[in-house]
């Protein structure tokens, strides 16, 4: 029971450890990508947004346009 007791608390440490790598790996990953993606993510945001409003503005114009035509 001790030897199993033993390799448990071994094993246990290894997974600290990794999760404790990965924490690590993860706050560098966030602190150093994630403003360059929120800049991303807002740009895309703005071209919907405009993309949107001349879609609008087209169908506005079209119905506009029919009613004369």
């Known amino acids: ?8 608390a071994y094993r246990v ?3 600290e450890k990794e999760t ?3 924490n690590t790996k993860m706050d560098a ?4 990508h994630l ?11 703005t071209r919907v947004n405009v993309l949107t409003a001349v879609n609008i503005g087209a169908v506005i114009l079209g119905v506009i346009v ?3 035509l």
């Open 1 to 8: 029971m001790t030897r199993n007791n033993s390799t448990l």
């Open 13 to 15: 440490g290894q997974l």
């Open 20 to 22: 404790d790598g990965l």
């Open 29 to 32: 990953l966030l602190t150093n």
């Open 35 to 45: 403003p360059h993606l929120e800049q991303s993510i807002l740009e895309v945001k």
């Open 66 to 68: 029919s009613k004369y």
